[in-house]
């Protein structure tokens, strides 16, 4: 489980396909505590450490992690080229407070980003298009993780195969994720909020 709280901008070292269902990856970063077994999510999608190597004079490790075929086909992960820049959250741990909102790490689909709109002070505006399958859970005023990130969904419109979504992002968080360095036509992973789909699960 995550909040959405990004804590670092890795960088992609390596991407390895193992087989037609799998690829090892690994990414370069400065979190600390993370170890073989750790969950932590890649531009939101949870992903499991199986080794970790020590950088020491960088101060950084490299972590490495396998993603399977479901996650290549529904994540922007198998889009990732060696350099890309990643967002990147270690688990929610019991005693850490909730800054964003709950985030599993399962990616419900893509969306691409179709605008972008600089608003006063550095701020921006970001225009989503994603599946319709997702509009009941895409809610004015409610949250969504946009590749991990929590944010709160600002304006909501629909036709009759997408979903248009936007948000607003302040200069703290375009500088400490990678929305920052985003551009129109990118593809980027949404996660719903969880609490939204289970509630709406149970009409």
Not at 47 to 57: A, I, L, N, Q, W
Not at 70 to 79: A, D, H, P, S, V
Request: aromatic share 6%.
């Amino acid at each position: 489980m995550f909040t959405g709280i990004i804590k670092d901008i890795g960088e992609v070292e390596s991407k390895k396909y193992v087989s037609k269902h799998r690829v090892a990856m690994s990414v370069k970063t400065s979190l600390k505590d993370i170890f073989p077994g750790s969950s932590v999510a890649v531009n939101g999608v949870c992903v499991t450490v199986t080794e970790v190597e020590k950088r020491g004079r960088e101060d950084k490790s490299i972590i490495r992690f396998d993603v399977g075929s479901e996650t290549l086909q529904k994540t922007n992960l198998g889009r990732l080229e060696i350099g890309a820049r990643v967002n990147l959250e270690p688990a929610l741990r019991l005693t850490d407070s909730i800054d964003g909102h709950i985030v599993t790490g399962h990616i419900e689909c893509t969306g691409k980003i179709i605008d972008i709109k600089s608003l006063e002070s550095a701020v921006k505006s970001f225009f989503v298009s994603a599946p319709k399958a997702i509009e009941k859970y895409i809610v004015e005023k409610g949250s969504v993780a946009v590749d991990g990130v929590s944010l709160t969904i600002n304006t909501k419109s629909a036709t009759l195969s997408n979903v248009v979504f936007s948000f607003v992002v302040i200069p703290y968080t375009l500088s400490h994720t990678t929305l920052g360095l985003r551009k129109v036509g990118e593809v980027v992973n949404i996660e719903p909020d969880i609490l939204c789909k289970y509630l709406l699960s149970r009409v």
